[in-house]
């Protein structure tokens, strides 16, 4: 027999090796040493194993505590709790050995065995099996019919174009960073491209010009984004179903495989957005291995995934942010670790500087650095850039060149604003229209190369020629009185070249400017060079004395006109149609020194002057990298809508309001509409909504501290963290465009995309678990989380069925015909496919 102690322990013994320590994972077998009884008083009345197992059961410090004759408090279901008191026990050791016995038994008996090494062989196997039909399933999507339709659809004009440019070394001007169009290039080089085709416009056929390669691939970076889910999506939620589902949604997405078939940078950038995303997933599940090999391999494979995203568009500041915030955390979490000590906690934060600062800055310059190297031919970008900067391109006027030093009345010159993107004092020989201003004609600033960007420097007080032989040279100086004539382009007619002058002066006058309030319009004005006293500008050089000569390229001029005294400048705006969208050039009466009111003396022409060298103005690597992120996000703020096109707003995005189309208009063309799957997008939209209300009501049941069962707290823990962290990338990636003022377009939103499709499969695979544990007591209670995955794996599959002309091609009647075959899928009248 058994005393009461002893039975008492016994059944305490059983029933704490039955429940989980910590967590409510996989249990190992029972170890004796490893049970806890919180709060139990030592038994001094037993000198059998049972008691033995009691005393090793208790942590050190509570024993210290005991030692020092102070008792801790009681938690749990334990002996204290219950009231009971142990009292000195009667049976012998053969007793308590056999109540051991029968406790190790049962325990045994009750916990789960591990697995066999053939049985976790056979589940790894099943994971790379897994994780090899997504990415299989991924490429075949994205490679099928990769060749149609066989020309240019959409954006490839300005992107095929771009790696035409890189094949050729011609420099040209884009708003995103070059990463993404090297890529291009060199895969085009790489698969036998030479350079040659135009990429005029879209529609155009490619013929015998090899564009696979470039289209294979953006489709090759494009397919690994399903895997690179897939992966992310394991690691935060534990789950293969979530991460299955997460891979089929965004493998039988309409939108993302259109994206993914063309020469475009989304693909591209999707790709380094979504390496980024995995790899801060898997260094952050390092955590308890710092240091480590793999540690450090993601951790700079993060770095360099950010590096890549930002080299591809503006667009990676976002992933940038995301993986700073986490970073933060992580480190503030670290460094309120009181067992690390500052030593370590700076070593953790120094690894992250190098890995996520120095890294990708490197590998960013060093783009950019391989970018000026390789475009070293003058193109149609050159206007965009500084005087200096085209210096240093081969087949610029500028390049190698020896012009006159100094600037002398008679001389035919360019003036270029300092202001980055703004371009060169131009006139053309349109007016302006009726109502604005006086009916004159027109004087911008335009961005590229041209001949009616030339200007005669004259005296204002005289008409006569000063570059007759018989005229001394007379050098413009600081202070000076001056007119400027225009001089317009050779215009061809017949088969000969006519010299056309429109000899107007440059001109202002008290009439408003065209787009900018109380500012002064500019016009030319004037017959061969006669016209009156608002023609007449001082020319002042900026921190210069008076009497000071002017130097071409280098002195910093500012023209301010007599009459009025305004001050020549370009406020950047774009003028309208009649202005041929050029920039508009006004006369300010705030005489304050700003870029726009700022020029120089580019082009410089002069017989009578001795010619320089222009070697020593090219600029350095840091300048020239500086102007070129200045000229970007100036271009960028400026883009405009092109004819014909579709453009959209940020709340369109999410419910699929409206598509774009890549490919042909009529009946009789092959179509393309980038549109994506709706039952997914609106799945998604749907699942953030869940999120934000199930999220909500978890987190502040936590907080009010509610007693969660073991497997809900897990799953409540997952949903928080794993789809807090996707639904951050989301919004990081979303909101902000309703910030811009640039004009949007629907694709700007599928990285966004890519996150909630990752919210959507963590939500519903932890919703259906837990709908499964809320009603274990149901025989089929199991099946309702397999049955909805299933469910929603076959519709996502069966949409993708329906829809999958949309990506693939139509050929035939348009949606609004009822012979189409796609006329009961237009859901929503905005979808004009």
């Excluded at 013994?13 to 009884?37: K, T, Y």
């Excluded at 080089?189 to 879209?202: A, E, N, R, V, W």
Aim: net charge positive; aromatic share 12%; hydrophobic share 40%.
């Amino acid at each position: 027999m058994l005393c009461a102690s002893c039975r008492l322990l016994a059944a305490r013994a059983c029933d704490h090796a039955a429940r989980p320590a910590q967590s409510p994972g996989p249990r190992a077998p029972l170890q004796w040493r490893e049970l806890h009884f919180p709060g139990y008083p030592e038994l001094p009345s037993c000198d059998s194993l049972a008691g033995r197992l009691v005393r090793q059961s208790v942590p050190p410090g509570r024993r210290a505590t005991r030692r020092r004759g102070k008792m801790p408090p009681a938690t749990g279901g334990g002996l204290a709790e219950s009231k009971l008191r142990p009292r000195r026990g009667r049976c012998g050791p053969q007793a308590a050995r056999a109540a051991c016995r029968d406790v190790a038994a049962e325990a045994v008996a009750r916990s789960p065995k591990r697995p066999a090494r053939g049985s976790r062989r056979f589940e790894a196997a099943g994971w790379w099996a897994l994780l090899a039909l997504v990415t299989l399933l991924s490429f075949a999507t994205r490679f099928h019919r990769l060749d149609e339709p066989p020309h240019i659809c959409w954006d490839e004009t300005h992107f095929g174009k771009m790696g035409s440019y890189y094949i050729n070394h011609t420099f040209f001007f884009d708003v995103h960073p070059p990463l993404g169009k090297m890529l291009i290039g060199l895969a085009g080089y790489l698969s036998g491209y030479d350079g040659t085709f135009l990429f005029q416009k879209p529609g155009d056929k490619y013929e015998h010009h090899s564009y696979i390669g470039m289209r294979g691939f953006c489709a090759f970076l494009g397919s690994w984004l399903v895997p690179f889910a897939y992966l992310t999506v394991l690691d935060l939620s534990k789950s293969l179903s979530a991460a299955l589902l997460t891979a089929a949604l965004l493998t039988f997405d309409t939108g993302c495989l259109t994206l993914s078939q063309y020469i475009l940078l989304d693909p591209i950038l999707m790709f380094f957005i979504m390496a980024a995303m995995l790899s801060m997933v898997k260094y952050n599940s390092c955590a308890d291995r710092p240091f480590s090999a793999p540690w450090w391999f993601w951790l700079s494979l993060t770095g360099v995934s950010l590096a890549g995203a930002l080299g591809v568009k503006f667009v990676g500041l976002f992933i940038i942010l995301q993986v700073g915030l986490n970073t933060i955390a992580d480190l503030w979490y670290l460094f309120g670790d009181l067992s690390l000590s500052l030593v370590t906690v700076g070593k953790h934060l120094t690894a992250r500087v190098l890995c996520l600062i120095v890294l990708p800055l490197a590998l960013y310059t060093a783009t950019f650095a391989v970018h000026f190297m390789v475009l070293s031919k003058s193109g149609p970008g050159d206007g965009f850039f500084s005087s200096a900067f085209q210096a240093r391109l081969s087949g610029n006027n500028l390049h190698n060149a020896s012009i006159p030093e100094h600037l002398a009345y008679g001389s035919v010159i360019t003036v270029k604003n300092l202001r980055m993107a703004i371009g060169y004092l131009h006139s053309h020989r349109h007016l302006y229209p009726e109502g604005i201003g006086a009916r004159q004609q027109q004087v911008t600033t335009y961005l590229h190369k041209d001949y009616n960007n030339l200007w005669i420097i004259k005296k204002h007080n005289t008409n006569s020629d000063p570059l007759d032989p018989s005229f001394p040279v007379e050098f413009v100086r600081h202070g000076d009185i001056i007119r400027l004539e225009h001089k317009e382009c050779p215009v061809k007619k017949i088969w000969r070249w006519e010299q056309k002058e429109t000899s107007r002066n440059l001109h202002s006058h008290y009439h408003e400017a065209p787009l900018t309030r109380k500012h002064y319009q500019v016009t030319g004005y004037g017959i061969n060079g006669t016209g009156d006293s608002n023609d007449f500008w001082r020319i002042e050089v900026v921190n210069r004395k008076f009497g000071n000569r002017i130097k071409v390229l280098r002195s910093r001029i500012r023209f301010i006109h007599l009459v009025t005294g305004c001050v020549l400048g370009s406020s950047g705006k774009v003028l309208p149609k009649w202005g041929w969208e050029q920039l508009e050039v006004t006369c300010t009466p705030y005489l304050k020194e700003t870029l726009n009111s700022i020029w120089n003396v580019e082009d410089h022409i002069n017989p009578k002057l001795p010619n320089i060298s222009l070697d020593v103005l090219q600029p350095s690597f840091p300048e020239m990298l500086l102007e070129s992120h200045m000229v970007m996000i100036r271009g960028n703020s400026g883009l405009k809508p092109k004819d014909n096109e579709f453009t959209s707003k940020p709340w369109h995005w999410p419910i699929n309001y409206q598509g774009l189309r890549f490919s042909g208009v009529n009946d009789t063309d092959f179509r393309v509409y980038l549109l994506g799957n709706p039952v997914v997008w609106w799945l998604n939209l749907l699942s953030i909504t869940l999120y934000l209300l199930s999220g909500s009501i978890i987190a502040v049941a936590m907080q009010r501290g509610a007693r969660l069962p073991a497997e809900v707290a897990e799953l409540s823990q997952v949903l928080l963290r794993g789809g807090g962290q996707v639904l951050l990338g989301w919004t990081l990636h979303y909101f902000p465009f309703f910030l811009m003022g640039r004009v949007l377009y629907f694709h700007h939103y599928f990285p966004a995309m890519l996150f909630s499709s990752m919210l959507t499969g963590i939500l519903w695979d932890t919703l259906l678990r837990l709908c499964a544990w809320g009603l274990a007591s149901w025989p089929l209670a199991r099946g309702i989380h397999v049955a909805g995955i299933l469910s929603l794996l076959l519709g996502t599959a069966y949409s993708f069925y329906l829809f999958h002309p949309l990506a693939y091609g139509m050929v035939g009647p348009l949606a609004q015909d009822p012979q189409s075959p796609m006329a009961g899928l237009r859901w929503l009248d905005s979808w004009d496919f």
